[in-house]
């Protein structure tokens, strides 16, 4: 049952199909390549979410920017995922949508340089080298940020969660990915134990979310 309510397992099921497709074919990646780094990157993203969230201070700070910002998250589960991997993907800053001085993915790469701070270029490093997706893997991960984001928005407001909840939602996710280990756990297990603390700033975080979600 933990795993059927798993974060990671409720994501990748629903990038499944035409979203796998397109971030295949934006990464020039065949299927199995790009079910293997994605299937690596989710969990390396929460993960390293719920390392921060671990501190009541830090899912206090998550949860307020979650609330925030939830009403510009996908209304239904990913309902809205095709627009969203529209701006990321494809259209990119050719589209009239994400037509703004910002490109989507720039802001994605901002994101993960939050996420996992002077860890960043090792986590790409070690993705690319376990998949075979070389340097794309930063592009992967810079893709994933914002719509890891929004969903997280979006299960925060559909399971009525408090900052307590979430704290411990993240919490039990990343000791799963950690407890399952494989690619997700090894790569993750080696930034926290370099991370400490980690270096994430939830507030800048969620800004930069917030002003993806409100270019699509």
Request: net charge neutral.
């Amino acid at each position: 049952m933990s795993q059927q309510q798993s974060l990671v397992s409720d994501l990748m099921a629903q990038l499944q199909g035409a979203p796998m497709q397109q971030m295949a074919q934006q990464l020039g990646a065949n299927s199995q390549q790009i079910q293997s780094a994605v299937g690596a990157a989710l969990p390396l993203l929460l993960g390293a979410l719920g390392n921060n969230a671990a501190k009541p201070q830090g899912a206090a700070e998550l949860f307020s920017a979650l609330q925030r910002d939830h009403s510009t998250a996908m209304p239904q589960g990913l309902g809205g995922l095709g627009g969203l991997l529209g701006a990321v993907l494809g259209g990119g800053a050719q589209s009239p949508a994400a037509s703004s001085t910002s490109n989507p993915l720039g802001d994605g790469a901002a994101i993960l340089g939050h996420i996992f701070g002077n860890h960043r270029q090792k986590a790409e490093t070690g993705l690319g080298q376990a998949t075979g997706l070389g340097n794309n893997a930063g592009q992967l991960l810079a893709m994933l940020a914002p719509i890891v984001m929004a969903f997280l928005a979006n299960r925060v407001k559909a399971g009525n969660m408090d900052a307590g909840t979430l704290g411990e939602t993240l919490g039990q996710e990343r000791a799963q990915v950690q407890q399952q280990g494989g690619l997700a756990g090894g790569l993750l297990g080696s930034l926290l134990d370099q991370n400490g603390d980690g270096k994430l700033d939830v507030g800048d975080l969620f800004k930069l979310g917030s002003s993806f979600l409100n270019k699509r």
